[in-house]
């Protein structure tokens, strides 16, 4: 079965300073991999995506993920933050067990230190 | 610009009331799921549909029931509202057979049972 993991609930960086959140997945075939974002009291908008084709993803708002199949991880990151990243983020990876469907990771929440 | 639009931002009702949450996507998606999200375990499904009048359950359907009779529109219900159902509830959306699509998500609906 295919799963998630962000590693760290939470974390801070300062304004200017490079943005690293993690994830790593666990999928016994080729998955398609997600980062989304959830500003407060909004839904999730998506980000960026990997489907398999460019392995270094880039997205809206400067955002950016490579694709490491030896590592199993699709982390991302932002070269200069920004006060207006502070949002939670999303790794997602889909499910081929499940048809259509695609597993959440439990989030990362992004601090920006002035 | 494609939408998926939840009726109400804020709901407040009472212990024991009938709940009804509506999403609407404009996008003629075939799949639509219902989220609930709370602090520190991310989002969970409630129920799915993959077409008209047909529904799953997800990995905590207890308590809620769905309804689907237009491919538009996907309700969830709380049967009997408890304190314990107060959450952000997200309504999600996306084309059959794409997951590489990734989901369309609604704002959400934070509900508060009192």
């Known amino acids: 079965a295919q799963s998630v993991t962000q590693l760290g609930s939470h974390v801070s960086v300062s304004e200017g300073a490079l943005v690293l959140l993690r994830c790593n997945y666990s999928?016994?075939?080729?998955?398609?991999l997600f980062w989304y974002v959830q500003y407060p009291n909004q839904g999730l908008q998506l980000l960026l995506k990997y489907t398999s084709a460019a392995t270094l993803v880039k997205g809206i708002n400067g955002f950016e993920a490579e694709f490491k199949k030896s590592e199993t991880s699709f982390h991302l990151t932002k070269p200069s933050a920004h006060m207006s990243d502070a949002a939670e983020y999303f790794c997602a990876v889909s499910d081929w067990d499940r048809d259509d469907k695609i597993i959440f990771g439990k989030g990362t929440r992004l601090h920006i230190l002035p | 610009d494609v939408k998926v639009t939840q009726s109400s931002r804020y709901l407040v009702k009472r212990t024991g009331e009938k709940v009804f949450l509506e999403c609407v996507q404009d996008m003629d998606h075939e799949n639509m799921f219902w989220y609930r999200q709370d602090p520190g375990l991310g989002l969970r499904l409630i129920y799915f549909s993959y077409d008209v009048k047909m529904k799953e359950k997800g990995d905590i359907p207890e308590g809620y029931s769905v309804s689907r009779e237009k491919k538009e529109r996907f309700s969830l219900i709380l049967e009997s509202a408890s304190t314990n159902q107060t959450s952000m509830y997200l309504c999600?959306?996306?084309?059959?057979?794409?997951?590489?699509?990734?989901?369309?998500f609604g704002s959400g609906t934070r509900l508060t049972v009192v």
């Open positions: 999600a959306s996306s084309p059959s057979g794409r997951v590489d699509y990734g989901y369309t």
């Open positions: 999928s016994s075939v080729p998955p398609y």
